[in-house]
């Protein structure tokens, strides 16, 4: 192949008093000036001595850069020529063929293949939620952070940290850390009446990564799914991501209407449920609802999908007992978080799953991320098991329960006139319906604007609602916030 004679190349810069080291500054020149199209294939290079003396520089930086360019495949020798740019290295303008060097091209821009995606990544596609931008008033799904025992938490960080066992750095069993497993079980089965042991449950990166292993592992392409009108939006996408047809399936104050469920979607594989404080209206779901939604899902040889997200925090009493304790077919997957309880960036969640489901369900978390932090595993055992989890749980309820009082009376004084509340029973969030006509995201929008995160209901919805509100959280905001925020919201609607 015919060479290029030398040429003046682009004029070099180099960073005296930079830390980086004078010979990887002239590789990364190169490698850009090469990838870039400044210096083709086949162009030879100045000598180490002459260049060194051009940057006046000593020669040994050139040498190496030249030595591991030449490792990494952009720079090659010939004898009796010295060094040159790579006859392999695309160029990357189109020349006329037999022209050498250039025989190898990359297309022009515009002539780039497409971009193409999956079909499944192009079916969710969810615009800008700016009231997502801001903590505080009124975020949704964020509890009180400032209260956490971070403390006591850090403290128990340390005592893994210093003395992680070899075994326990290496990879973990995807089920997750044993001993967490048997605090889960033990708690779920004493609190929430919860049907299992240790065996079945399987620890996750949150809630999110076991809905998607459900949706993966119980269906397929173009099978239907009953979801909550309205319900949790990140279901919905989970399920749409595989493939999934989803049936709406409308909530009134007993909960999903089951007999609605039949009549729209015979032949569902799967419905996904939020029975304790149904998403996001906040009602709870009815004893002869659920016995009618076990009864069709056993003779359909349906699944339940039951996400109990913050079942903990109940103004009314104690906490509703699980839809998964009732089911003696063992038809339902229990999904519950410790995001609500704990904070969001922990990122542990947990599936009770049936017995004859364990292999598959093994399979799925084996193949999306393997296991989760075995360390935050280890301390979030001692953190149940020393009973710090049953007294935070304990300190947020009270706590909530204040905060949800003062988000009610503020909007009672303020704005009783524009909001219907709905859905104060339990959780950290309620609903505050607004007039007929009035467009909640536009009045979300504004909202974020003026620093206030209220979420808008009607992307709630699979079919457009007749009627728009508002998703307020107050477990992340104080007293001050919760009243600051009311008055900007007035102002937004």
């Known amino acids: 192949m015919k060479r290029l004679a030398a040429s003046y190349l682009p004029p070099i810069t180099l960073a005296f008093r930079s830390g980086t080291p004078m010979h990887q500054q002239l590789s990364e020149w190169f490698r850009r000036a090469i990838v870039d199209g400044q210096l083709q294939p086949g162009q030879r290079l100045p000598s180490s001595r002459s260049l060194a003396d051009e940057l006046k520089i000593s020669r040994v930086p050139v040498m190496s850069a030249y030595e591991q360019l030449y490792a990494e495949g952009y720079l ?58 801001n903590l505080g008033a009124f975020r949704i799904g964020v509890p009180a952070l400032d209260q956490f ?105 007993e909960g999903m209407d089951v007999a609605q469920g039949i009549r729209r979607g015979r032949g569902a594989r799967v419905v996904y449920i939020t029975p304790s404080h149904q998403f996001p209206l906040g009602v709870t779901m009815s004893a002869a609802r659920r016995m009618q939604l076990l009864n069709w899902a056993t003779r359909n040889g349906a699944w339940i999908i039951e996400d109990d997200y913050d079942s903990e925090y109940r103004s009314g009493g104690r906490p509703i007992a699980s839809l998964q304790g009732l089911d003696i077919g063992e038809r339902v997957i229990y999904v519950g978080t410790f995001s609500k309880v704990m904070f969001p960036a922990l990122r542990l969640g947990y599936m009770v799953v049936p017995k004859d489901l364990l292999p598959v369900f093994f399979d799925a978390r084996d193949a999306a991320d393997t296991f989760s932090s075995t360390l935050y595993q280890m301390v979030m055992t001692d953190f149940i098991r020393e009973g710090h989890f049953a007294r935070h749980i304990k300190r947020m309820r009270t706590l909530y329960m204040e905060r949800r009082t003062a988000l009610m009376e503020a909007i009672h004084k303020q704005l009783r006139d524009k909001l219907e509340v709905i859905g104060t029973e339990a959780g950290m969030h309620l609903v505050a319906l607004l007039p007929p006509g009035i467009d909640d995201v536009a009045v979300s929008i504004k909202a974020a604007s003026k620093g206030v995160s209220a979420r808008p209901l009607s992307p709630c919805y699979v079919n457009p609602p007749a009627r728009g509100g508002l998703i307020l959280g107050y477990g992340g905001a104080d007293v001050a916030e919760i009243l600051d925020g009311v008055r900007k919201l007035k102002q937004c609607i």
Request: charged share 20%.
């Open 149 to 253: 025992p971070a403390s006591v938490w850090s403290k128990l960080v340390n005592r893994h940290s210093r003395k992680l066992p070899i075994e326990l750095m290496a990879y973990g069993d995807p089920m997750g850390y044993l001993p967490l497993r048997v605090a889960i079980a033990e708690y779920l089965s004493t609190v929430r009446a919860v049907r299992c042991d240790a065996s079945q449950i399987l620890v996750t990166t949150g809630s999110q990564q076991a809905l998607q292993m459900c949706a993966h592992v119980l269906l397929d392409a173009n099978d239907r799914a009953w979801v909550e009108e309205p319900g949790y939006p990140g279901a919905r996408h989970a399920l749409v991501r595989a493939g999934v047809r989803l049936v709406p399936v409308p909530v009134d104050q």
């Open 76 to 133: 090659e020798t010939f004898v009796g020529a010295g060094t040159c740019v790579a006859r392999s290295i695309p160029g990357r303008t189109p020349k006329p063929s037999g022209t050498g060097p250039f025989d190898v091209t990359l297309p022009s821009i515009e002539n780039h293949a497409p971009r193409r995606i999956s079909r499944r990544a192009g079916l969710i596609q969810v615009p800008p939620q700016t009231w997502l931008n």
